[in-house]
């Protein structure tokens, strides 16, 4: 069963910007100063600047392939199943561990008003949110709307009444562990952009994603970047080191210095809506992966599973609940700087998936965004990225790859077994060697996913050019001589002899001439007979000398039909027309290297589509 898509521009911006301003904000401010000093501000700017490269490549390869799991099907399409299964289980615990670290501030905050232990107040709220994802994504998604933006209200407040307030003494020294301390805290706070892969795991439950995606991922990214440097700024500014350095509640003590016992009262709620939309949004994004793995047999195929009475995956839901209730047994410091890292190994594998797709040659690569600035901007990306986890020390490195181990070992000792698949990374090796590798299914599936992303409907006429001849012509040739290989070709096809079909065509051409624009013929005939039609598709390189005075034809679509047709002729040579006149229809046209590829660029057209015509 397919998975309801619910959500709108809202509800996106809403998931990842709940996801974004949460612990990451309320929390780590006064860890990461007592780490860099009043600098921690340059650190979440260079933090978000390094999330910008993965989020910009994040956001073509979602427009490309909307699909549950993120970046498990953009690495597993583009490197291989095994790379993928590794970072399908990177990403689903690390958004686990960041849902719990929200549930542990959640927790912290509740000793200001009841005496409770805080892992049951947590385990309580992970049951809660659990439940509500079950019951539907759309639900789960309203209810964040509502709280995130009222929280976003409450820290504009605090930035409205902290800037007066800022002592400029409280900033010196600006960076007294240097530069190396910030950038190893950038990595530390890196966490804190990790809901921008929630939206990409959502994506195949979007309205529109190719617009809607691109759009809330940058508006999101923007608006709680610029939240974080001006809140933390602000806290730094008006708190003392002494004060700041490990708090655990550093934006309400800031609130208190300038505002009061009310001031801290607002924040305090700030952050208890900020944990409640990042737990929420980080189990329902968590568990698409589980699901996305499922799906293709390398976990347990139930966890792959769509519940029909809510259309949620509701196994692999309960499983998520499960490990984040865990995770709130695991220390602070443990949990943030593997949530951390993970996201960076992500955000590094989703800028190398870009590379390898583009230059895979895959035709049915469609992103709906393009990144900027390719192949610059997502190598500066990976090598940005790989400096700060360096700095980050040796502790990172193990954290990496106990992780990696333990995906590679669940792709080897269960996933191993189901059908490979075939990778965008075999159509770059194609390019230069080794041609038997690629077999087109990876084509065939972006193929699917471009359907269903765009909402295409198959026509009488898709159904023709599926059914269509293809001749791909090397060399020049006389317009005589395409006839005949046309004539040939479909005479078969719509029951009338090849010279019958060839004297209909020649004087079809004779009558006038039917290239219509440079390089682009669409000879067209009318035949005898009853409940006959056929489409027959050319690609000449060197060019067609169809008729004389005429410049060389280089694409043709040749229609034949009986007269009982001439509605379905009208309208193929409309659909035809809707084609042609795509911005990049001749670049793709002659760079398609397969018959099947040819078919698809009119298969996958932008042109008006009615069922049954």
């Known amino acids: 069963m397919a998975l309801r898509k619910n959500l709108r521009l809202v509800h996106v911006f809403s998931i990842a910007t709940g996801a974004m301003i949460s612990s990451g904000l309320f929390v780590l401010p006064g860890l990461a100063h007592a780490r860099a000093g009043p600098a921690v501000i340059v650190s979440y700017l260079l933090a978000g600047l390094l999330a910008a490269t993965g989020l910009l490549s994040m956001a073509e390869l979602t427009t490309a392939m909307p699909k549950a799991g993120a970046d498990y099907f953009f690495v597993s399409r583009s490197m291989g199943v095994a790379a993928g299964t590794v970072a399908g289980l990177l990403t689903w615990f690390s958004l686990s561990l960041k849902s719990a670290f929200a549930l542990v501030g959640l927790a912290a905050l509740t000793q200001f008003v009841l005496p409770v232990d805080p892992r049951l107040v947590g385990a309580v709220f992970c049951v809660f949110f659990v439940g509500m994802n079950v019951i539907g994504v759309r639900e789960a998604a309203r209810l964040q709307v509502g709280l995130v933006f009222v929280l976003l209200a409450l820290l504009a407040l605090y930035v409205f009444r902290g800037l007066p307030a800022v002592d400029i003494q409280n900033l010196q020294p600006f960076a007294p562990g240097g530069f190396r301390a910030v950038f190893a805290t950038a990595g530390f706070v890196f966490v804190s952009y990790g809901g921008l892969l929630k939206v990409a795991s959502i994506a195949e439950e979007v309205e529109d994603p190719g617009r809607v995606i691109p759009l809330a991922m940058i508006m999101s990214l923007v608006i709680t970047g610029v939240a974080y440097v001006l809140i933390v700024f602000v806290t730094s500014g008006v708190l003392s080191?002494?004060?700041?350095?490990?708090?655990?509640t550093p934006i309400s003590d800031g609130a208190a210095a300038f505002m009061g016992a009310g001031g801290r009262t607002a924040l305090i709620v700030a952050a208890i809506l900020a944990f409640l939309t990042t737990a929420n949004g980080g189990i329902m994004a968590a568990s698409r992966y589980l699901l996305a793995l499922g799906r293709d047999g390398l976990v347990p195929q139930p966890l792959g599973r769509v519940g029909s009475r809510f259309g949620t995956p509701h196994a692999s839901l309960l499983v998520t609940g499960g490990l984040v209730a865990a995770a709130l047994l695991v220390r602070l410091g443990t949990l943030v700087q593997a949530a951390s890292v993970v996201f960076m190994v992500t955000y590094v594998l989703a800028n190398v998936a870009v590379i390898v797709l583009r230059e895979s040659g895959l035709q049915n690569y469609r992103p709906r965004f393009r990144a900027p600035g390719y192949p610059w901007m997502q190598i500066a990306g990976i090598v940005g990225i790989l400096f700060v986890v360096l700095e980050m020390g040796e502790g990172s490195f193990a954290t990496v790859a106990l992780l990696v181990?333990?995906?590679?070992?669940?792709?080897?000792?269960y996933g191993r077994r189901r059908p490979n698949r075939e990778s965008a990374l075999l159509h770059v090796i194609h390019r230069i060697a080794a041609k038997e590798l690629v077999t087109g299914s990876l084509e065939e599936e972006l193929k699917s996913i471009i359907r269903e992303r765009d909402g295409i409907v198959r026509d009488r006429f898709d159904g023709l050019v599926e059914d269509s001849v293809v001749l791909d012509i090397d060399g020049a040739m006389t317009g005589d001589e395409f006839l005949d290989l046309v004539s040939s070709a479909l005479a078969p096809r719509v029951g009338v002899s090849a010279p019958v079909?060839?004297?209909?065509?020649?004087?079809?051409?004779?009558?006038?001439?039917?290239?219509?624009?440079?390089?682009?013929?669409?000879?067209?005939?009318?035949?005898?007979?009853?409940?006959?039609?056929?489409i027959l598709l050319a690609r000449s390189r060197e060019g067609i000398a169809l008729s004389e005075g005429k410049p060389p034809v280089h694409v043709a679509f040749v229609l034949v039909g009986t007269g009982d047709e001439r509605s379905l002729h009208l309208w193929a040579l409309s659909a035809i027309a809707?084609?042609?006149?795509?911005?990049?229809?001749?670049?793709?046209?002659?760079?398609?290297t397969t018959e099947q590829a040819l078919k698809d660029i009119v298969l996958l057209s932008d042109r008006r589509r009615v069922r049954g015509r």
């Open 578 to 592: 809707q084609v042609v006149s795509g911005a990049d229809f001749e670049e793709r046209w002659m760079a398609a």
């Open 501 to 534: 079909l060839l004297d209909a065509l020649r004087a079809r051409e004779r009558e006038s001439s039917t290239v219509l624009a440079p390089g682009l013929a669409i000879p067209h005939v009318v035949i005898e007979g009853q409940s006959a039609f056929g």
């Open 405 to 413: 181990v333990a995906g590679f070992c669940v792709y080897w000792f």
């Open 241 to 248: 080191a002494e004060v700041l350095d490990g708090s655990l």
